[in-house]
């Protein structure tokens, strides 16, 4: 008998501590759950010509700040405009344009901005393209004809190049060869697939792709400043942690990042 109490005994001990590991097993796991869920998540609304950058910026960042995640959304700069305006979720904006930004400052939808980087119009050709282009009106030529470029509307290098070739009056006389693209990416999408003979992007995104050339700097003189401001979402729900994100925006790591990818300092 002694020794049927002693054999049940030691199975009561056994169960009990495998029931007491897979408690403490439980809680190790649910507070990691809860440390990770802890991370705040800041939602940057930015233009789609600052992606390469930016994701190579939020690397450092993330290191330097491991409770926070970026989480970007990219798009043309008057697109992330409209969702801002329409209460979409944001915390930071970076817009390829002013006049983006300048509509969130005049409706009091933004605090803290500042213009950060500049940037170059370009005129890019596929790469085995002999084409040589001295002035953007030899676009009329025969041999362009499809050119592709954001939609003015919404795209600031849209409606940069819209400026451009309406300085050089040649904006009207190139309807029927338009191929209006999202944003930058599209455009530069249509030129490297060879749908479009020509397109206007920004010389940083020029300099991302090998299927490509840039044919032409536009000068500066016919379209209105390209400049990139940044600014703080007034409905942030973390205004604490943008800041954290919008100053790092404006420190030498992100400046040595924004230069490795084309682009200049205001």
Do not use: C
């Not at 998540?41 to 992606?51: D, G, M, N, Y």
């Not at 901005?113 to 085995?128: A, E, G, S, T, W």
């Not at 409905?235 to 604490?240: A, F, L, N």
């Amino acid at each position: 008998m002694d020794m049927l109490k002693r054999y049940l005994l030691g199975i009561l001990t056994i169960v009990l501590f495998v029931v007491l590991a897979v408690g403490l097993s439980s809680t190790s796991s649910n507070g990691n759950v809860e440390a990770a869920s802890k991370k705040t998540e800041i939602i940057v609304s930015a233009a789609a010509s600052l992606q390469d950058s930016l994701d190579k910026i939020a690397v450092q960042f993330e290191k330097q700040h491991p409770d926070i995640d970026l989480v970007f959304n990219y798009g043309a700069s008057g697109t992330l405009q409209k969702q801002i305006e329409q209460g979409a979720p944001a915390d930071i904006f970076f817009s390829a344009g002013e006049k983006q930004m300048n509509a969130l400052v005049d409706s009091d939808l933004i605090t803290d901005h500042k213009v950060l980087l500049k940037n170059q119009l370009v005129i890019v050709v596929p790469y085995d393209s002999k084409v040589k282009l001295t002035s953007i009106t030899q676009l009329t030529d025969k041999a362009f004809k499809k050119v592709a470029v954001g939609q003015p509307e919404s795209v600031p290098a849209g409606q940069y190049a819209q400026q451009s070739l309406t300085a050089k009056k040649v904006w009207d006389t190139l309807q029927s060869k338009l191929v209006f693209a999202k944003d930058v990416r599209q455009v530069l999408t249509y030129v490297e697939t060879g749908n479009a003979d020509a397109g206007f992007i920004y010389k940083t995104d020029a300099l991302t792709s090998k299927k490509m050339r840039i044919a032409l700097t536009v000068g500066d003189l016919v379209h209105q400043a390209i400049h990139y401001p940044a600014g703080i979402v007034k409905d942030s729900e973390h205004k604490s942690e943008a800041k954290d994100f919008y100053n790092f925006l404006q420190s030498k790591e992100a400046d040595d990042i924004f230069t490795s990818y084309g682009f200049l300092l205001p």
